[in-house]
């Protein structure tokens, strides 16, 4: 899951904090969406008793909503999927067809390490689903991502006004709860890549403080280590975790920026978690929605912007410790790349569409979603030579991923494909999703904390 926030979380631990920062001027996206990193009250959800039942199955050709979409399987590998949107969870089975595993509106359905458990949010109900059943999780998730190794969920759990960092096993019970000292409230947090530690953080009135533990069999210890960030040039309280480096000698975060563009993107930073010391990889706004590390570990590709709107300017670039980011120049917006397995190439998307909003409008109302056909799959070496168009996966792709060194996963006109790369076209493994205030129709870069739905949020392939 991407590593997103939501201010709703960051204004209740300040009132807690007793910290009163003005609110940031976020867009009018109206009634805010209960999204991976949305908080949602409780006061109007029904509470259920904890149920463990079998799957629901529903072919999702039978409902009379969604129309009837032949969903094909590929051929050579087969690709378990499972995708949230507002009819329920879904997944495909061994035929390739859609299965329903949970009904009404849902989102941010991730697979477990088994590559069979699902987990996924209804309304702001953790719950997940293995062969034995469903579990219901806590009520008042913020956030969750599973180990990257065991059956275990860190989420944010919002209990009696207060945030906590909770792990639950995959029946539901809560294994572990982060400590904190009296007056701070946890917030955040970020598994190590192979899953030995977690980090987390906590605010009370003097500011932020991070914290580090070591994982023994999907249980973090109750022995945390407090680590002294220096370094960070806050201009306000307040950062949030990205990820750790694959060799687990630093945690990426980014500080708050003290606007708005903080929910679209910050500068990243790198914590040494012995030392402390952060130092800044690149000076400019990464987006939060596509940072990805090579095979080996040495090189993060991710994409900066300089600006908020889908018409700003948009470059990927490769970053490595110590010594910051290149950025790959080419023509046109380039962002969400992937690396390939084996490392020597990355898939990425370009749009050469007009950076002028006023070239958007339609009868004076912007018309985002013809620009957003324009947008190319494209794949380049490593080091951003090379790069070249695949033709065959058309236009509007986007969030491109490999499934193997000659295979890829794509959205495009809300559907999930996969393209073999000898191939002539594309096949799809999804049915056409139902989603509101999708990618396809945002003004700003996609993200959890601004009211527009992420592709993160509603497909997931099965690792």
Do not use: K
């Not at 631990?13 to 609110?23: D, F, G, K, N, S």
């Not at 975060?253 to 130092?279: C, I, K, M, N, R």
């Amino acid at each position: 899951m991407s590593e997103t926030r939501d201010p709703a979380v960051r204004e209740l631990v300040y009132r807690l904090a007793e910290h009163a920062p003005p609110a940031p001027p976020w867009p009018d996206a109206g009634t805010p969406r209960r999204r991976r990193g949305a908080l949602v009250a409780v006061a109007a959800v029904l509470v259920v008793a904890l149920v463990a039942s079998a799957l629901v199955v529903v072919r999702r050709d039978d409902r009379g909503d969604t129309g009837d979409v032949e969903v094909i399987a590929p051929t050579g590998r087969s690709i378990d999927v499972a995708w949230a949107d507002e009819t329920g969870v879904w997944r495909t089975d061994d035929e390739g067809e859609a299965v329903q595993v949970d009904d009404g509106p849902a989102c941010c359905v991730a697979f477990g390490p088994d590559a069979t458990t699902l987990a996924y949010l209804d309304g702001a109900s953790l719950r997940i689903t293995s062969a034995e059943g469903t579990a219901r999780g806590p009520g008042e998730v913020a956030r969750f991502a599973w180990a990257p190794t065991e059956q275990v969920v860190a989420a944010i759990v919002g209990e009696a006004e207060q945030t906590y960092v909770d792990v639950y096993a995959a029946d539901g019970a809560r294994v572990w709860r982060a400590p904190v000292p009296a007056g701070r409230f946890a917030y955040d947090f970020a598994w190590s890549a192979d899953g030995s530690q977690l980090a987390y953080v906590t605010l009370d009135a003097a500011g932020d403080h991070l914290y580090v533990t070591h994982v023994e069999s999907g249980r973090p210890s109750d022995e945390v280590r407090e680590i002294a960030v220096t370094g960070l040039p806050f201009e306000a309280p307040g950062f949030s975790l990205a990820s750790w480096t694959p060799d687990a000698r630093h945690i990426l975060l980014w500080p708050s920026v003290g606007h708005s563009g903080v929910q679209d993107g910050a500068f990243l930073y790198a914590v040494d978690v012995t030392t402390g010391e952060a130092t800044q990889l690149f000076r400019g706004f990464l987006l939060r929605s596509s940072l990805q590390w090579s095979p080996d570990g040495s090189t993060l590709l991710a994409y900066a912007a300089n600006g908020r709107m889908v018409t700003d300017q948009r470059q990927v670039v490769a970053c490595r410790i110590g010594e910051g980011c290149t950025e790959h120049s080419m023509p046109g917006q380039t962002m969400e790349p992937a690396w390939s397995p084996d490392g020597t190439r990355y898939a990425f998307v370009v749009n050469r569409a007009s950076n002028d909003p006023g070239d958007s409008l339609v009868e004076g109302v912007p018309d985002w979603a013809s620009r957003y056909a324009q947008r190319e799959l494209w794949i380049a070496n490593a080091d951003g030579t090379n790069a070249s168009r695949v033709a065959a996966a058309g236009g509007g792709v986007a969030v491109p991923r490999w499934v193997d060194r000659d295979t890829l996963v794509f959205v495009r006109d809300n559907r999930l494909w996969q393209l073999d790369l000898d191939a002539a076209e594309p096949v799809a493994l999804t049915p056409e999703v139902h989603v509101t205030d999708g990618p396809t129709d945002a003004v700003y870069e996609p993200s959890d904390v601004n009211g527009f739905v992420p592709w993160s949020d509603v497909f997931a392939p099965a690792p």
